[in-house]
């Protein structure tokens, strides 16, 4: 139903200058639709609270609710053309007085778990890349015509913006770390199956999502749709994008005020958590390649340049005891021989059980030029044994073959009893060399391959070709 109103807003962006690419494509209509969600929500609030004889103190105030400039209406009902702002007006109200009329509700909020912190962070992070009032004016009364109001409605919503972010990971340069393929990501969740009452974290945001269409399952109580709403999944994310994409997917999945933090997880020392500061499941694909500073690195007992080995360390100590993971990183983690990675294994293996690797093939993620794996542990024992299973889809994957959750199924029937076969294997704790710990994945089912012959071999091989293709040209030369 609202595929041709994304359509049209795509045309729209084509032809503004402020927007160069899929990243700016998504964080624009991104505050857009956020602000149409507020008007919905406050709707809606309004009009219950007129059914239960209550008063309703609006989120936004006067001449700044999307009824006031974005969409005006007539004393009929009808679209105010007189009264909308367009061109150069609509321009400068954006930029001067809407966002930071937004942005101060960060100061003036009770917290950061309500919605008007998150109207704040938003506003304070962005900034309107619009450089014509006549195309913004365009895709405001496209965006008007959108609704939240339904659960069939919000979920079309997703399912557009969703494919918005695909292809923003698919565009290549850093859009790849926004976009963790979907069928990996259901697949690391039935194997780690959260739980109502437990409490889900991504320090990078993600998966949440996921997870929340995970655990939202038909018959739920009303207490536990409002745990599921409030106390069950946390976020922190540094990067400004990232972070409005994961409030914004949130709330289209209807999560009214989603528990995430516009933070860097690094700069948290990781030796001052306390309990209340642990959760149940940890679900991630924190950045890898990156650098962190030297004064972040000494927030962790293994100092390392590798971000994503400080986001390994920061997940393990985020897990209660008898706590769950699934985190993706880079399959050089598993071999890599310097001191840091070496340390990091030892922890992993010794404070945890890391019952499962899962090998991803090349192209898995799209953009990205690294192999990776999923690790998957539980914290508080040390870990015995490890199943490994190399995914093996029986194609090349890329933009027009992209995983699915097809190709992941056998993994997930396989992993709940660990079973063995021609992609899978066990390795024993015990069996690891206990100077490197090196876990890398080599299959024993695959076929051997015969030995490479010596230089002296080939040399000799050849010659005797030589010789024998001079014998055929003399024979040949005879005849004629």
């Known amino acids: 139903m609202y595929e041709n109103a994304f359509n049209s807003i795509e045309r729209e962006l084509r032809n503004e200058a402020g927007i160069a690419n899929e990243l700016d494509y998504v964080e624009q209509i991104s505050w857009v639709l956020f602000l149409k969600y507020l008007h919905d929500l406050e709707t809606e609030r309004r009009d219950r609270a007129e059914l239960n004889g209550e008063r309703y103190e609006a989120l936004i105030g006067p001449d700044f609710g999307w009824a006031d400039w974005a969409a005006p209406r007539t004393a009929e009902g009808g679209f105010d053309h007189n009264e909308a702002l367009v061109g150069d007006d609509l321009i400068d109200f954006v930029d001067r007085d809407l966002f930071p009329y937004l942005g101060g509700f960060r100061q003036s909020a009770a917290g950061p778990r309500t919605i008007e912190y998150k109207i704040g962070e938003i506003f304070t992070e962005l900034r309107n890349k619009f450089r014509s009032g006549y195309i913004l004016r365009d895709v405001l009364e496209i965006v008007d015509g959108l609704s939240f109001n339904t659960q069939d409605q919000r979920h079309e919503l997703s399912e557009l913006y969703e494919s918005r972010i695909r292809r923003m990971g698919n565009a290549g340069r850093n859009g790849g770390e926004y976009y963790t393929p979907r069928p990996l990501i259901r697949a690391m969740i039935r194997v780690i199956d959260p739980k109502i009452g437990e409490t889900v974290y991504d320090g990078a945001v993600g998966f949440l999502c996921e997870a929340w269409e995970h655990m939202r399952r038909p018959g739920l109580s009303a207490s536990q749709l409002e745990m599921l709403q409030n106390e069950t999944f946390f976020g922190q994310e540094k990067k400004s994008l990232a ?29 001052d958590f306390q309990e209340r500061d642990r959760h149940d499941i940890v679900l991630a694909n924190p950045p890898f390649g990156g650098g962190e500073r030297r004064e972040v690195q000494h927030n962790f007992p293994i100092r390392s340049g590798e971000t994503a080995y400080l986001f390994l360390q920061h997940f393990i100590r985020k897990l209660r005891a008898g706590g769950r993971a699934a985190v993706v990183i880079k399959n050089t983690f598993l071999s890599n021989p310097d001191s840091a990675a070496v340390s990091l294994r030892r922890e992993l293996l010794e404070s945890c059980t890391l019952h499962t690797i899962l090998d991803c093939p090349q192209g898995t993620f799209q953009g990205a030029g690294v192999k990776t794996v999923v690790l998957f542990f539980k914290k508080g024992a040390p870990t015995r044994d490890i199943w490994v299973y190399q995914l093996d889809p029986g194609r090349s994957l890329g933009k027009t073959s992209p995983l699915n959750d097809g190709d992941l199924a056998e993994f997930v029937d396989l992993q709940e009893t660990f079973a063995e076969g021609p992609q899978s294997w066990r390795v024993a704790r015990a069996d690891l060399d206990p100077d490197t710990l090196d876990l890398s994945v080599r299959n024993p089912n695959a076929p051997k391959e015969a030995p490479l012959r010596s230089p002296e071999e080939i040399i000799a091989d050849m010659l005797a070709r030589d010789a024998e293709t001079a014998k055929i040209l003399e024979n040949i030369r005879g005849m004629l």
């Open 243 to 271: 972070y409005i994409i994961g409030i914004m997917n949130m709330v289209l999945h209807g999560i009214e005020a989603p528990n995430i933090v516009h933070t860097n997880s690094l700069n948290e020392n990781v030796m």
